[in-house]
């Protein structure tokens, strides 16, 4: 199957930063792009559905400028978290569809938050 | 709003043990999709059922759709360690193109 990089796995920074946690996809053209967040032992709930070349739609109750979102290519979308605080510690997944609106999905690794 | 029930929350078993993870809809589904996430890890995506009353089989893993296609299931016979994880659903939302995750079952396994 496809393949999705994500990176960082794990993060810890300190309250009051931004952390940048990039999506790529490595062997095929991804022109939208999925970011989730994982509470432990919960649901995987879409923040905001990336499009190449255009402005992200986030998700109801998910503020777009705190979770900045870029898919400046086919293969790239990053997401970055400004000014986090310790309630933003989470896990952070990107995934990528395989092909039509409600194809299969191909997760990253998933980055790991921890704001102190 | 419509959405996706998924039950059991958990289910514990003893190795060799046959376990089933349930998804329901109030309305008729277009597709549904299996995912498994092991602990730590990301969601891999197991399968999707497109036809009403389909059954589809992966070695030990049988997925069906129901025949009025509001409901799916997942059963795995003789469970396995390996099997250990948290199994999600994710169907269309009603009138979206957007999909979303049922709430998951988490198997653990005693072996």
């Known amino acids: 199957g496809a393949v999705v990089s994500q990176h960082p796995s794990r993060v810890i920074c300190k309250s009051g930063t931004s952390v940048k946690i990039e999506c790529r996809s490595l062997?095929?053209?991804?022109?939208?792009m999925f970011w989730y967040r994982q509470f432990p032992k919960q649901s995987l709930m879409l923040m905001a559905t990336?499009?190449?070349?255009?402005?992200?739609?986030?998700e109801q109750g998910v503020e777009k400028d705190k979770f900045l979102i870029n898919h400046a290519s086919l293969t790239l979308s990053t997401l970055t978290v400004t000014s986090a605080h310790p309630e933003d510690s989470s896990f952070y997944i990107c995934?990528?569809?395989?092909?039509?609106?409600?194809?299969?999905?191909?997760f990253g690794e998933g980055s790991r938050l921890t704001v102190l | 709003g419509q959405q996706v029930m998924q039950i059991p929350q958990y289910q514990h078993v003893q190795e060799g043990e046959d376990f089933t993870t349930y998804c329901n809809s109030s309305?008729?589904?277009?597709?549904i999709q299996w995912y498994k996430q092991r602990p730590g890890g990301h969601p891999v995506f197991l399968i999707q059922?497109?036809?009403?009353?389909e059954v589809k089989k992966q070695k030990r893993l049988t997925f069906q759709f129901g025949e009025a296609k509001k409901n799916s299931s997942l059963h795995i016979t003789a469970t396995q360690t390996t099997d250990v994880g948290t199994y999600f659903c994710?169907?269309?939302?009603?009138?979206?193109?957007?999909?979303?995750f049922g709430q998951g079952t988490r198997l653990t396994i005693n072996p």
């Open positions: 995934s990528a569809r395989g092909g039509g609106w409600a194809g299969e999905l191909f």
């Open positions: 062997d095929f053209q991804a022109t939208t």
């Open positions: 990336s499009n190449e070349g255009s402005k992200a739609t986030y």
């Open positions: 309305t008729t589904l277009s597709n």
């Open positions: 059922l497109v036809k009403s009353g």
């Open positions: 994710r169907a269309p939302i009603q009138g979206a193109q957007k999909l979303v």
